[in-house]
């Protein structure tokens, strides 16, 4: 269970540093892919779901605010989303330990 959580927060690390630091250096359309598609895609389908993801948008604004349920939504399928990949890397490769231990004996 310990090779589950710290791939796990391997994984959440490498993808908040993914969605961070490219912006902090330069920011262009491809700097801002990742940022973009992790908060807008899980959005877009939660809203099909007809969740109340986005606020009012005022005259003045250039779009809707994020709900803190649309936040929650998204902190938790990414949560979801890297655990699964955590959980699945890490039976993936103990499978093959395990074969070579059983040869070994």
């Known amino acids: 269970m310990k090779a589950n959580l710290k791939l796990w927060a391997m994984l959440l690390i490498s993808h908040l540093a993914l969605a961070i630091i490219p912006s902090l250096i330069t920011e262009n359309k491809l ?17 099909s779901l007809v969740l109340p993801v986005y606020g009012q948008a005022g005259e003045e604004m250039f779009m809707a605010p994020i709900t803190v349920l649309g936040w929650c939504l998204v902190v938790a399928l990414w949560l979801i989303i890297h655990f699964g990949f955590a959980v699945l890397l890490s039976h993936l490769t103990n499978k093959g330990k395990a074969t070579r231990t059983a040869r070994l004996l």
Not at 31 to 47: E, N, Q, R, V
């Open 31 to 47: 700097t801002a892919f990742i940022p973009y598609h992790s908060i807008f895609m899980p959005l877009d389908i939660f809203k």
